[in-house]
């Protein structure tokens, strides 16, 4: 079955950087789109990135440009979310998600992605 295992989460101090990782198995077909949501308490989930493996392109939020970039291995089972500059406002549970559509899935909730991992903490706190 498909299976999407997340690592790298934990605690870091305002200005800190920290890589999330996100290990992708049991996909029959290739995915076209894989990325990062994340959920803050008390907030909606929202989308952070994506990568586009169709046209090797990448979405990110208003919130978090300049500061995360996305990244994928030359196997295309593993991404990674390289996030710099990590601010408060940043502590949430992030989730890693794939789907054979397009990363314009990454600009709503995300309901309509099929797949998604457990789930790992950041939090950004001195």
């Known amino acids: 079955q498909v299976q999407l295992v997340e690592s790298g989460g934990g605690l870091v101090q305002p200005g800190g950087s920290l890589r999330l990782s996100c290990a992708a198995s049991g996909f029959t077909v290739p995915w076209t789109a894989i990325g990062w949501f994340r959920q803050a308490p008390g907030k909606e989930r929202e989308g952070v990135s994506c990568?586009?493996?169709?046209?090797?392109?990448?979405y990110y939020s208003n919130s978090v440009k300049g500061r995360f970039t996305i990244s994928r291995d030359n196997a295309q089972n593993t991404v990674y979310l390289q996030m710099n500059n990590l601010k408060p406002e940043d502590t949430a549970d992030y989730y890693c998600?794939?789907?054979?559509?397009?990363?314009?899935?990454?600009?709503?909730?995300?309901?309509?992605?099929?797949?998604w991992g457990q789930g790992t903490q950041v939090s950004v706190s001195s």
């Open positions: 990568h586009s493996s169709q046209d090797n392109s990448t």
């Open positions: 998600a794939a789907d054979l559509g397009l990363c314009v899935l990454w600009s709503g909730h995300g309901r309509e992605i099929d797949y």
